[in-house]
């Protein structure tokens, strides 16, 4: 079983902070229960951390583990599109898998 | 860090900049520089942390979006800045926006929450009194919608202004007229535009800044001219050369450098590839030719290219009125950027004060009104006689913008030459009074004459300050000549 480690960088205890947070965790749930694991960074807090990573938008969450990374940028509140994006199991693809322009 | 003065001023150190906005970009506040491509907006923001380092010591954080750290720190290398050294030395940090953004897909909404950090955390880093953040589109560009544009403008202008500091953010124009910003609002979230123009002018290229608006504080209207040649010792003095559209009045009594003066202007104005008019009512076309041609100034091929057009008259062949219509006549058809009438003295001999002074006055607004750079010089009556300035000329002095007198002073037992900048309107410049020297190379404009006074008033003497034991003379940074 693969071990997903997403890490999500948000910017102040925001409305949209709590949103990401809480999409991805209702995402992470129902697509890999009990196999991720998520560490949430605020860059309010933590600019370092965000200047590593070259982070410029919030929320941004990087899937760190399994290679290669993947990045999301948004608050997720599309699930579908976002666990295609990450790469997750036990869904199909969208069916318009094409990114937007 | 600095003070959040609302309305001090920063000194950018950019040559002839601070001229313009009259002493400097608005300090801790955030101005927006937009330009065209290859207009030099890359290039103001660098030199606005690099005149920091260089002339206060003050540390900078520059964001870049589009090139690479790496890049950036070779490419200014070249232009003489060591980035490098200063990252070591922490008076400069980057924060690297260049990469990593443009493949992420987008999945709802999101800010530049985390941007701000960095930028924040990086000023903090270096205690950083300026930031440059260059350019903004590359974020921009890839998403439509002015509120968000507008929104995170803010954001990204309040946390600079959080941290205290003087910053330049540039943005892309689409064209030359028209609106100022891409979005046509980021103009309106901050405080302060600088617009930066690289036009097709009578087929040259040119560089021009104007700055469009800056909140609370005067500043000079119009486009001036951005390239200013550094080596010019005259234009140092006269705090980065003179404004565009300025009018200088150059006084002198004869054989003090006047001539050679107003040949140096139309040459390092035919140099930059500028038209240039001259109006010589002293001397005939061979004297000036002779002239220029011992200066090593060739005014033939000038001539010959159409940059060049000189007029020699006496001016006793026609009234003050003709003249001032055989002038305007040539400016509409030669279109020059930069004038020089030499002398005024000798039309004073055809008109009365009142008269030269009202031909002056409206030569002014003729000048002013097609963005002529002026250059009018005039004569005291005689050689050792500097006091006496024509009757006009303090009048005359009080329309021009920038006052240079040449005088001769007598030190050592030796006649000398010496410069002074009287006045430039509305800015900063060198009050000291340098030395001249004239050899065959042209002219020179030594170190500050030291220890004397009355150059400018006539009445040379030296100075010997209470307490300094020295003679003026051991500590006079004389050069041989």
Request: net charge neutral.
């Given at each position: 079983m693969t071990a997903y480690f997403f890490r999500l960088y948000v910017t102040g205890q925001t409305e949209r902070s709590l949103a990401a947070e809480a999409n991805l965790r209702a995402l992470c749930d129902s697509r890999l229960p009990g196999s991720y694991e998520l560490d949430v960074i605020d860059t309010a807090e933590q600019p370092g951390l965000a200047e590593e990573q070259r982070i410029l938008a919030t929320p941004t969450v990087v899937r760190l583990a399994p290679l290669p990374q993947r990045r999301v940028i948004g608050d997720l509140s599309d699930h579908h599109r976002a666990a295609w994006a990450l790469g997750l199991p036990g869904q199909p693809a969208p069916a318009r898998q094409g990114d937007e322009e | 860090m600095n003070g959040s003065d609302m309305t001090g001023r920063l000194v950018t150190g950019i040559s002839g900049f601070d001229q313009i906005a009259l002493g400097g970009l608005p300090s801790g506040r955030t101005t927006l520089v937009t330009g065209s491509t290859g207009s030099g907006k890359t290039l103001f923001a660098v030199e606005f942390l690099a005149r920091g380092i260089l002339r206060a010591g003050e540390p900078g954080v520059f964001v870049t979006f589009e090139e690479t750290p790496d890049d950036l720190r070779r490419n200014w290398a070249s232009l003489g800045f060591p980035v490098r050294q200063w990252e070591r030395e922490g008076k400069w940090a980057f924060v690297d926006a260049s990469a990593g953004f443009q493949e992420a897909p987008v999945i709802g909404s999101y800010d530049f929450g985390a941007l701000a950090a960095r930028i924040g955390h990086a000023a903090r880093q270096v205690s950083a009194a300026r930031i440059s953040v260059d350019s903004l589109d590359a974020v921009f560009t890839r998403f439509a919608g002015a509120a968000l544009v507008r929104h995170e403008l803010a954001r990204i202008a309040g946390t600079l202004e959080d941290a205290g500091v003087t910053s330049v953010i540039t943005a892309e124009r689409?064209?030359?007229?028209?609106?100022?910003?891409?979005?046509?609002?980021e103009e309106f979230v901050v405080d302060n535009v600088v617009v930066l123009r690289n036009v097709l002018d009578h087929e040259r290229r040119r560089r021009t800044i104007e700055i469009v608006k800056m909140r609370g504080a005067p500043h000079r209207t119009g486009q001036w001219l951005f390239t200013i040649d550094p080596r010019d010792e005259l234009d140092r003095m006269c705090g980065g050369g003179f404004f565009k559209d300025a009018i200088i009045l150059l006084v002198g009594p004869s054989g003090a450098g006047k001539t050679l003066t107003s040949l140096k202007f139309l040459a390092a104005g035919l140099r930059g590839g500028e038209r240039c008019l001259a109006f010589t009512f002293d001397e005939n076309r061979e004297q000036v030719r002779r002239n220029s041609a011992g200066w090593g100034i060739d005014l033939d091929s000038a001539e010959e290219s159409g940059l060049l057009r000189i007029v020699c008259e006496y001016p006793e062949v026609a009234s003050l009125e003709d003249h001032f219509i055989r002038i305007r006549r040539a400016i509409e058809e030669h279109q020059p950027g930069r004038l020089v009438i030499d002398t005024l003295s000798a039309l004073e001999r055809i008109v009365s004060p009142r008269a030269l002074l009202d031909f002056v006055i409206a030569l002014g607004a003729l000048v002013r009104q097609h963005g002529i750079t002026t250059l009018l010089t005039s004569a005291p009556a005689g050689r050792f006689t500097p006091q006496l300035t024509p009757s006009i000329a303090g009048e005359i002095a009080s329309l021009t913008d920038v006052t240079i007198t040449l005088r001769y002073f007598e030190q050592h037992g030796e006649i000398r030459r010496a410069i002074a900048v009287m006045q430039t309107r509305g800015s900063a410049h060198d009050p000291g009074i340098r030395q001249v020297t004239i050899d065959g190379d042209g002219m020179h404009i030594a170190g500050p004459v030291p220890g004397t006074a009355g150059i400018i008033s006539g009445a040379a003497a030296f100075l010997t300050l209470p307490g300094t034991a020295d003679p003026p003379a051991s500590e006079s940074p004389q050069p041989g000549g």
């Open positions: - | 689409a064209g030359e007229d028209g609106r100022i910003s891409r979005y046509g609002v």
